[in-house]
């Protein structure tokens, strides 16, 4: 069974920096993909960035290329990823989810898994 949990959320000035963790558990797949999505309450949810287990490849979406780096670390039996997040901006606020996949996908609609979510929250 697949467990992703989050941790690193909390409150920071605008322009500041976060890192957000999250443990993998039982990813078992020869090769799968883990990234960070987000959410703000009342609007859809937004792809952040994802990495590829099998090639290290990354993508980000354009709100966030520059500032955010994702890095994962690890084996299948126990996977870590991070996003390190910098020069962070007022509507970089939200929920942000840990999520895993099969396959690399920039939609936010096709992870299959998830954690349970850590915030952010950029002040002004």
């Known amino acids: 069974q697949v467990r992703l949990v989050e941790s690193g959320g909390g409150s920071v000035q605008a322009g500041g920096s976060l890192r957000l963790s999250c443990a993998a558990s039982?990813?078992?797949?020869?090769?799968?993909?883990m990234g960070w999505l987000r959410q703000v309450p009342g609007k859809e949810r937004e792809f952040v960035a994802v990495?590829?287990?099998?090639?290290?490849?990354?993508?980000?979406a354009d709100s966030v290329q520059g500032r955010f780096t994702v890095t994962v670390s690890g084996d299948n039996a126990k996977t870590t990823v991070n996003l390190t997040m910098s020069s962070l901006k007022p509507e970089d606020t939200a929920v942000y989810y840990c999520?895993?996949?099969?396959?690399?996908?920039?939609?936010?609609?096709?992870?299959?898994?998830w954690g349970q979510g850590t915030q952010v929250t950029v002040s002004s």
């Open positions: 990495i590829s287990w099998s090639d290290l490849s990354t993508y980000y």
């Open positions: 999520v895993a996949n099969r396959v690399v996908t920039r939609n936010p609609n096709f992870y299959d898994y």
């Open positions: 039982g990813l078992t797949f020869t090769s799968f993909a």
